[in-house]
């Protein structure tokens, strides 16, 4: 008794000495975006000497929204050039949710700087707000580069119009997706004029150079990582779909081969975006977590059959060519910062839990699954779980509904029941959102700190 | 996790702008600093008005030094007759990129400025506020050396121009559809030293066609010194008014 329990102790001693909680960069880079919007600020402070009168008045307001939208639409374009220290570090799903808002917040920005620099010039050619639309029509004549910043803006409404709730929902992914490619062909419009008729630009050649400077580490980023880095990857590892197996009704695994794919640097919790090149599938890429730890010859994907690209990866045939971009997502073993860890899914948001729960470092007690579906038939991949909790003496719990139909009791006290020092816990979970956020509130009921509970959502 | 609150974002950030920007622009003085530090030297500006009120019949061009801005050099030439300043003008402005548009835009409502107040006491034209101070230094220091050259108007002329046969002829009226063009101009040595619209088509759009195009026709015609010279694209009719005037105080001048 005295040997196992000085054996589990040293060898959680062994397990600690792994774990080095990384902490995510998000705290720093917000701190220097501010800093930045607070640099244009002052660059349009330090170029008004005064303000004459209203007119004045509202094309200042027209420059300041105007220079801030300049600087956030870079941001907004570097927060998609898929880089590592974003995806990974900070998690692609936040910076998804930074990359919505402050889209949604640039193009408000843009609308207002239209508006305001307008209607000043048209106050200043001595015309009413009514003559707005004239003013602009002769703006975009006369003025440099006018012509390619109303094609930009004209773009950036249409792509904020088909990101709209209710609008999304109805067009096709792959629609969407490539009416928000035109960003790239927005953002170049609208750049020259920036430079060509910004007050600040033309008077402080620092200005010019630091514009420059960001726009072309922006594009230099976006190339490099979203086009270089892919290509690379998939020149290196050449994969192809090996088999398809089907799990449960409605839940599929992928498996695909390729060449040392250990060496592509993915960890358990981790996904990639996924783009099978067979007959209609070539066009969108999808993101799907790895359901197994990465071996050297094989990665394997589970997916739910809920939308039309997930429905028809289970007719894929093997030897199809498979274009990958990844990995990307924070919800690994980097995140921890205790020994033990429980680990909680939702339905098919097994997939990064299966893996996670295979490669936890931990010894036998500390490493804990409890995993959620309808029926015990939609238990995926259950028998290799099994298998991994006998190997490890991890423990496997799951909870499903009652022959009745009635949904299991996942509250605070049940799971402290279940997992008595739960507050010692880390805690990753993956799910669908009504189910992450009842079982976020549980968790933090029981006494989980926040800063344990490790998550991944991709709802905006 | 946090539970997200999508309407209380949106409106916490706009509000956050909103403020900001607000303050931002009131926080910015009403006037240039440097406007009132101009109006605080107002013995400066006495000593450049003393031609005006010197009853001495000083008349002839003087140019003022050039004053450097930001964006480039302004210098203004005045045409003054007894002792009053008759005409202003830009020899030299900022040029290049949104420059030129500004300089259209603010160096007509300058000189037009200057004559009326006799003085380099003038307002900035707002959007052109360095270009404006330029404007204001050259003037006073074209004020400042009037005396000289009223004084020297007994001698041989000072300067290079003021030459006897030099004579300012105006054209007759050119109807367009958009009000009637009327051009003036020096005509020296046979040669036009100056054109000017005494007329242009005014209000609304207007007033912003006859800004942008009557400098340039002013410039194309001394330049090409006949009524040949170019329309300026977006003020056809105004630019066809213009040379019908101009062929007219052409004629008259020939005479």
């Known amino acids: 008794m005295t040997t196992t329990l000085a054996g589990g102790r040293a060898a959680r001693r062994q397990t600690m000495r792994r774990i080095r909680p990384r902490r995510s960069p998000a705290v720093p880079l917000l701190l220097a975006v501010w800093a930045g919007a607070v640099a244009v600020l002052w660059l349009w402070w330090h170029n008004t000497p005064s303000i004459a009168d209203d007119t004045g008045r509202i094309l200042n307001a027209g420059r300041i929204t105007g220079l801030l939208a300049g600087y956030l639409m870079a941001l907004v374009v570097l927060q998609m050039a898929r880089v590592p220290a974003l995806e990974r570090r900070v998690g692609s799903d936040r910076v998804a949710r930074w990359h919505a808002m402050s889209g949604r917040y640039t193009l408000s920005l843009i609308v207002a700087h239209v508006f305001l620099t307008m209607w000043g010039y048209a106050r200043q050619a001595g015309k009413s707000l009514g003559d707005i639309v004239q003013q602009t029509v002769d703006s975009v004549e006369q003025l440099p580069d006018m012509g390619k910043a109303a094609i930009g803006t004209g773009l950036f409404v249409v792509i904020g119009l088909s990101s709209i709730g209710g609008i999304r929902r109805r067009l096709p992914y792959d629609a969407w997706y490539h009416v928000h490619l035109l960003t790239y062909a927005a953002v170049f419009l609208t750049f020259w004029h920036q430079i060509s008729t910004g007050n600040d630009f033309a008077v402080e050649p620092a200005a010019k150079t630091f514009w420059y400077g960001l726009y072309g580490a922006v594009t230099a980023l976006v190339v490099w990582y979203r086009v270089l880095t892919p290509i690379r990857l998939n020149v290196r590892h050449r994969m192809r779909v090996e088999a398809v197996v089907e799990e449960t009704p409605g839940i599929v695994s992928v498996l695909i081969s390729g060449h040392k794919l250990h060496r592509m640097g993915a960890e358990a919790g981790q996904f990639f975006r996924w783009r099978f090149l067979a007959p209609g599938m070539r066009f969108s890429s999808h993101p799907y977590s790895l359901s197994a730890a990465p071996r050297p010859g094989m990665l394997r994907i589970t997916v739910k059959a809920i939308g039309d690209h997930s429905a028809r990866l289970r007719e894929l045939t093997p030897g199809t060519r498979v274009w990958a971009e990844g990995p990307y997502g924070a919800l690994t073993a980097q995140r921890r910062s205790r020994g033990k860890v429980l680990l909680v899914a939702g339905g098919v948001g097994i997939t990064p839990m299966r893996a996670l729960f295979e490669t936890l470092p931990g010894a036998a007690g500390d490493i804990t699954l409890l995993y959620r579906a309808n029926t015990t038939q939609d238990l995926a991949l259950w028998d290799e779980l099994a298998a991994i909790a006998e190997e490890r003496g991890a423990r496997l719990m799951y909870a499903v509904n009652s022959p009745e139909g009635e949904r299991p009791d996942i509250s605070a006290e049940n799971l402290q029941r279940k997992v008595p020092d739960i507050d010692r816990h880390d805690v990753f979970m993956c799910g669908p959102p009504g189910f992450a956020q009842s079982v976020y509130e549980a968790l933090r009921g029981a006494g989980v700190p926040a800063r344990r509970i490790h998550h991944e959502s991709f709802e905006m | ?255």
Not at chain 2, 15 to 36: E, G, I, M, N, R
Request: zero cysteines.
């Open chain 2, 1 to 255: 996790m946090r539970k997200s609150h999508p309407v209380r974002r949106v409106v916490l950030a706009s509000a956050a702008t909103v403020s900001a920007v607000v303050l931002l622009l009131s926080l910015k003085p009403a006037s240039d600093p440097a406007t009132a530090s101009a109006a605080g030297a107002a013995p400066q500006q006495t000593a450049g008005q003393r031609p005006q009120g010197g009853a001495r019949a000083g008349s002839g061009t003087v140019t003022g030094d050039a004053a450097q801005t930001q964006y480039g050099a302004v210098q203004v030439r005045l045409t003054v007759s007894a002792g009053k300043i008759t005409e202003a003008e830009a020899v030299q402005a900022p040029k290049g990129g949104l420059s030129d548009q500004k300089t259209q835009l603010a160096i007509p409502r300058l000189n037009q400025a200057a004559v009326t107040a006799g003085s380099a006491d003038i307002d900035s034209v707002s959007g052109a506020t360095y270009t404006s101070e330029g404007y204001k230094k050259s003037l006073q220091s074209a004020l400042d050396k009037v005396e000289p050259a009223a004084s020297g108007a007994d001698g041989p002329a000072a300067g290079s121009s003021g030459p006897a046969q030099a004579r300012t002829v105006t054209g007759k009226a050119a109807q367009t559809q958009y009000g009637p063009v009327q051009v003036r101009i020096t005509v020296s040595a046979g040669k036009i030293t100056e054109a000017e619209a005494v007329q242009a088509p005014k209000g609304g759009l207007s007033d912003q066609k006859t800004q942008l195009a009557i400098p340039r026709l002013n410039q194309a015609a001394v330049a090409a010194g006949s009524a040949d010279i170019d329309a300026v694209s977006g003020a056809t009719y105004t630019s066809t008014g213009y040379r019908q005037s101009l062929q007219s105080a052409l004629d008259q001048a020939g005479d």
